[in-house]
């Protein structure tokens, strides 16, 4: 924790245009959880950090997407987009009340970690009144570059602003920067729009302090930290240097992958101890699971609470709101959604159990369906403990099957089973001797048997 206060000011007022898509940018998700999200929880947290999002016109679901994230979070809008420094200063009201340090960052870079937040702060500690985040890009063009002088910053040039010789630098400006609080508003009323876009450019902070006679410092950081998502292929390269993240995490935390590049994680994902996840299972957002279990090949698995010494797979489906107990098994081509699975159930083969609630113990037979929609609402099945329910039974919700009772494979069942009964229910088989012959003659004869 930090003892200074804070104020970050995430900036997500871009439209995303080269992402060709109706959503907005910071919207589109990276390893289950929109980029906007990554950057909030990476912001400071701590008691007397507080955060601003700048978001732009008709942005309604990004301003969601903030509170439901950071219910604290207070949404400006940036009705003209007129450059990086008015985007901050819609947060004017915000920074007006103050705050040891004030962070800058954007909703479009994912990547971005807690601590490279906490570095950033350290300086003005120190007594530095601007600390910018740079980073040696592999090819700078279209950064701002980090001009510096006998080791001191001195300004930041835009791309298309730089001669020649200042687009040759490879340290560029990677967006975060954390300024003075007691300066910052002195700082960012001072910017203006000289240069060839007619913006505003954050970036001016670095000369007006200098020219304050204050120090600005460079903070440097990994390029792949600092990705700007622009377009989709962008949002791919994100998604890769997440994913190894959140695979490195996982097997640092006692998870055993197989092959770890090829399993896909959510940033949200728990495990317990010894955990194994099999090559090519793919983990959406919402998911825990508990220790000793096995999650077996080609599993897709959203939402679901998974408990000890389960078996998942190969190849299941485990969608949202399901809950499995200690021991469960779930088998090859098993579909569940809205179900919870008390200790002990298996559902080993060919099943979907959606909108259901299964007691300890209770064994699904292959091909096992739970009717739960009549093309108009969803309805429930209950199941209760110790039941066993035979292969290629549909249970009719809403429909309850008692503790212990038993039904025959192959029934329809439209009415509640006590505990302990036993429900067979078929269409009886007619065995009539010498019949296939029958009608193998009949059909040479070009007529049609009769039944
Ligand atoms: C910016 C930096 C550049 C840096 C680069 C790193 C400035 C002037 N330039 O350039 O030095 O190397 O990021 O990726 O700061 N935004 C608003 N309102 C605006 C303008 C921008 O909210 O009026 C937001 C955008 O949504 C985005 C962020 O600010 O999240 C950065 O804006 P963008 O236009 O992408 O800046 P760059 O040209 O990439
Ligand atoms: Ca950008």
Do not use: W
Request: proline share 4%; net charge neutral; glycine share 10%.
């Amino acid at each position: 924790m930090n003892a200074r206060s804070s104020l970050t000011v995430v900036l997500a007022a871009g439209e995303g245009t080269r992402m060709r898509s109706a959503l907005p940018k910071v919207l589109h998700p990276v390893a289950g959880q929109p980029l906007l999200a990554h950057v909030l929880h990476a912001a400071p947290h701590d008691k007397g950090s507080r955060l601003a999002v700048v978001i732009g016109p008709d942005h309604r679901a990004v301003a969601d997407e903030v509170h439901r994230i950071r219910p604290d979070a207070e949404t400006f809008v940036q009705r003209e987009r007129l450059g990086t420094a008015h985007a901050v200063l819609a947060a004017r009201a915000a920074i007006a009340r103050g705050a040891d340090d004030l962070l800058v960052a954007f909703g479009d870079t994912p990547l971005i970690t807690a601590e490279t937040f906490g570095r950033m702060r350290a300086p003005l500690q120190q007594g530095a009144a601007l600390a910018v985040l740079g980073f040696r890009a592999a090819d700078p063009t279209g950064y701002g570059r980090l001009l510096m002088q006998g080791g001191r910053l001195v300004a930041i040039r835009e791309h298309a602003d730089a001669s020649a010789e200042e687009r040759k630098v490879t340290l560029c400006n990677a967006g975060v920067m954390a300024l003075d609080g007691r300066n910052a508003l002195k700082i960012l009323d001072r910017i203006g729009n000289a240069n060839s876009k007619g913006e505003y450019y954050l970036v001016d902070a670095v000369t007006i302090v200098r020219d304050l006679g204050l120090e600005a410092v460079v903070i440097e950081t990994s390029e792949d930290e600092v990705r700007g998502i622009n377009t989709k292929a962008q949002l791919a390269e994100a998604e890769g240097v997440m994913q190894e993240r959140l695979r490195k995490q996982a097997m640092e935390a006692g998870v055993t992958l197989i092959a770890p590049e090829t399993v896909y994680l959510a940033a949200d994902t728990k495990f317990g101890k010894d955990v194994t996840i099999e090559p090519f299972v793919v983990i959406g957002p919402g998911v825990s699971i508990a220790d000793g279990t096995v999650i077996h090949s080609f599993s897709h698995i959203v939402q679901a609470t998974i408990g000890k010494n389960t078996s998942v797979g190969p190849y299941a489906r485990l969608r949202p709101g399901t809950s499995l107990g200690d021991g469960a098994k779930i088998g090859n081509f098993v579909e569940t959604k809205a179900a919870t699975l008390e200790a002990g159930v298996k559902v080993n083969h060919l099943s979907y159990i959606g909108d259901t609630e299964i007691g300890a113990n209770s064994n699904i037979g292959a091909g096992t369906i739970t009717c739960n929609y009549d093309g108009f609402t969803k309805n429930k099945t209950i199941i209760g403990k110790g039941a066993f329910v035979g292969t290629n039974s549909s249970l009719v919700a809403p429909v309850k099957i008692g503790d212990g009772a038993y039904i025959g494979s192959g029934s329809v069942i439209t009415k509640d089973v006590p505990d302990d009964a036993m429900a067979v229910e078929r269409s009886q088989q007619s065995i009539r001797e010498g019949g296939a012959s029958r009608y193998r003659e009949a059909k040479t004869r070009g007529k049609k048997p009769k039944a």
